[in-house]
């Protein structure tokens, strides 16, 4: 069974850091891209940050600079690394996989950041 589990979340004051991960099981984790989603209260799930399986990324236009996405597939773990972190960046992070044309979620994870 295909499982995304997230963990690092939490509350953390404006200018603060964060460090998401997301463990993988039962994937092709080599050949899936991952990447994280947020969803804000009353707002739509949005791509924050992807990393491709033949190692390419992209972010987000809001988060350039301060968030930074990485993977071991050693590990079959992804991380996301927030720093100067804003109140905005504040909802539920949600790492996701896709692989063959499928999507895969975690069950996500809480950022709240304090003004």
């Known amino acids: 069974q295909v499982r995304l589990v997230e963990s690092g979340g939490g509350l953390v004051q404006a200018g603060g850091s964060l460090r998401l991960s997301c463990v993988a099981s039962?994937?092709?984790?080599?050949?899936?891209?991952m990447g994280w989603y947020r969803q804000a209260p009353g707002q739509q799930r949005e791509l924050v940050a992807r990393?491709?399986?033949?190692?390419?990324?992209n972010y987000a236009d809001s988060v350039k600079g301060r968030l930074t996405i990485s993977r071991d597939n050693a590990k079959n773990t992804v991380y996301l690394q927030m720093n100067s972190l804003k109140p905005e960046d504040t909802g539920v992070y949600y790492c996701?996989?896709?692989?063959?044309?499928?999507?895969?979620w975690g069950q996500g994870t809480q950022v709240t950041v304090s003004s």
């Open positions: 996701n996989g896709e692989l063959f044309g499928s999507m895969y």
């Open positions: 039962d994937f092709i984790f080599t050949r899936t891209d």
């Open positions: 990393f491709s399986a033949g190692g390419s990324t």
